[in-house]
């Protein structure tokens, strides 16, 4: 049993009718940035019997004293519809026990860092970003984002920042599945792994020798891309048997 703080939202930013970003304060948690955290809600208000919760992944770097959490709402999901509702002022449980093994000290070493994620995926990958780490440990980082619709792609202004921080190390691509979109690739990862298309689009080649690729978000797309990847001869890492992909399914 893990205990929880009640933290208030200090913002709830929405960038789509479905997609949301909540900022909260108030829970000084320390954990490893790709971590995640149970978030929940009480639909009776005081009664914790009633708790509805869900983990979510700290968009923000460890050590900022605001949590900030990016979510979907899941039509007819019992707590992604209530979170989107939250205004300033509100209050949003969190647990005490961040987890999650999708963190940087547990990948080998490599040259180049595939960071690759669909919708809500992201969120990890953007706290690890704000951190030193990739930046000190890899010499290519690829973040990749593959989204249905191209106003999807959130975190723009986020990643355009650290697009110019980091010209020499960071490459962005972004895939759009279901609208044609100009400055993005169509299709879905899986495909563009086989097909050189994702290489291509980030300048950098994939390879088992100098590659570790982390996989987040749709588990179809970590089964689909994993089987791509295989057949380039990337498999699994585990701490026992050590392999070139790490993988976190969020549902
Ligand atoms: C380790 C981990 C980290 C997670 N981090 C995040 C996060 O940072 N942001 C986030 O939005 N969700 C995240 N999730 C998913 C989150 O925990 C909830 O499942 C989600 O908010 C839906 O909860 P709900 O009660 O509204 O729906 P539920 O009634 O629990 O419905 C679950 C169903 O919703 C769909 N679903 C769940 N999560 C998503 C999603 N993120 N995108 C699209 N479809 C989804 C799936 O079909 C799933 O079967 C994470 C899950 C795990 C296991
Ligand atoms: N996104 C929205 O506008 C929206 C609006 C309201 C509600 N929702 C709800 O949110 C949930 C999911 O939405 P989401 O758009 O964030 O996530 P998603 O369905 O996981 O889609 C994100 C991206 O992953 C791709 N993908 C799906 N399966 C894949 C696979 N096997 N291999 C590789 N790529 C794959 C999708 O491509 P494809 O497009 O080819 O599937 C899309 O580009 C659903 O419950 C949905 O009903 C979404």
């Known amino acids: 049993m893990s205990t929880w703080h009640r933290t208030t939202v200090i913002e709830n ?5 479905s ?14 940035a790709g971590q995640f955290v149970r978030i ?15 983990a979510f992944s700290f968009v923000n770097p460890p050590g900022d004293p605001v949590l900030e959490f990016y979510g979907v709402i ?30 940087l000290s547990e ?23 704000r951190t030193e780490t990739p930046w000190q440990r890899f010499r290519t980082v690829v973040l990749v984002h593959a989204v249905r619709y191209a106003r999807e792609r ?3 202004e986020l990643i355009g920042e650290l697009l110019e921080q980091r010209k020499d190390a960071l490459r962005y691509v972004t895939f759009v599945s279901r609208e044609a979109a100009p400055d ?11 097909d050189g ?47 070139q992909v790490s993988v976190e399914s969020f549902w």
């Open 19 to 32: 997609l949301f970003s909540l900022r909260v304060e108030g829970a000084p948690l320390g954990f490893e």
């Open 74 to 103: 899941v039509p007819g999901g019992q707590l992604s519809p209530r979170l989107a509702l939250l205004r300033p002022g509100d209050a949003l449980y969190v647990a005490g026990n961040p987890a999650g093994f999708l963190v």
């Open 197 to 243: 298309r994702l290489e291509t689009a980030a300048g950098v080649a994939l390879s088992p020798e100098r590659s570790h690729v982390m996989l987040c978000g749709n588990p179809d797309m970590l089964r689909d891309a994993q089987a791509a990847l295989l057949e380039r001869g990337l498999r699994k890492h585990r701490r026992r048997n050590p392999g």
């Open 154 to 156: 959130v975190y723009r």
């Open 40 to 54: 929940g809600l009480d639909p009776e208000p005081g009664n914790e019997a009633t708790r509805i919760a869900r």
């Open 184 to 194: 993005a690739l169509a299709g879905r990862v899986p495909a563009a792994l086989l």
């Open 107 to 129: 990948v080998p070493e490599a040259e180049v860092l595939w960071l690759v994620s669909t919708g809500t995926g992201i969120a990890p990958f953007l706290s690890m970003l």
């Open 13 to 17: 930013r929405h960038w789509t009718e």
